[in-house]
């Protein structure tokens, strides 16, 4: 009898231990494929256009009163096949009311958050993108569009994302991008 019990409890453990390498087996899986994506919260969804084909969760921050998401659209183009990407700051109070913050072709998140929160928002969505590109391919691509400018017309780039790009270890062309304040 007592044999029979530590046979169980012995295969019990190892049921156990084979059932937790799966779940963490999965995990690992979609982190590394990047199938791992938030769903967006349901407060946000009736600020967000009803014209959009896709939405992505980029970010999201907390400050006492308010949550505050950072959201990738894509919408439409009627000159285009193409569709145009929109990142959109979206706030939603205690009451769950939401509110689209960034107007469209606005860029600068620290003219409507705190400088504290737009850089956690843009540090989120780097990271997010690096994960999917893999650094060296975000590096190779960003160089490449910041020296495709003309010195006329260089990109503009807000403190934020400057700051969350050099947290991160990208290099940034020193003379291929102007400060948005």
Known sequence: MMILRVHRNWLFALISILTLILIVGQLVLRIE?????????????????????????????KDKNNNYYLVGTSLPNQNSEESKYREMLIQVNRQGTC??????KEYVLSRYITVRLARQLALQNYQKTI??????????????????????????????YIWALKQLGIELPQNGYKVLN
């Open 131 to 160: 994960h999917q590109m893999g650094q060296g391919a975000f590096q190779a691509e960003l160089s490449r569009q910041l020296n495709n400018y003309p010195d006329s017309m260089k990109a503009q780039l807000p403190k934020e």
């Open 99 to 104: 509110l689209s913050l960034l107007p469209d």
């Open 33 to 61: 494929t990047g199938s791992m994506t938030k769903p967006l919260p349901v407060e946000i969804l009736s600020c967000l256009p009803s014209q959009a084909v896709k939405t992505d969760l980029s970010g999201e921050v």
